[in-house]
């Protein structure tokens, strides 16, 4: 293996790497921040709970977060562009 091979495959671990912990810190965020929100809904007026749009809301991003991250392979397209070619169903 050649070093600029060696230098892009280190470039690529690096960005997943921190993609990962971007999706982690968003979590942390979630559950240290949701609560706190529920506890000032329950001391001010728990009759309106208005913490139910944050949770709910932030909860679908950390959902769609974490497909991003997780899900879907970055290179599923290639893949597919290859697997068609050599079979020819295009």
């Known amino acids: 293996m ?7 495959r280190y470039i690529k671990a690096e960005k997943r790497v921190k993609e990962i912990k971007a999706f982690y810190s968003n979590v942390t965020a979630y559950c240290i921040i949701i609560p706190f929100l529920i ?11 208005w913490f139910w749009f944050s949770a709910i809301g932030w909860g679908i991003g950390v959902l769609i977060h974490a497909f991003i991250t997780f899900g879907v392979p ?17």
């Open 2 to 8: 050649d070093d600029k091979e060696l230098q892009r």
């Open 74 to 90: 970055r290179d599923w397209e290639d893949k597919k562009i290859k697997e068609l070619m050599e079979n020819d169903e295009f």
């Open 39 to 49: 506890f000032i809904n329950y001391m001010t007026y728990w009759e309106y709970q």
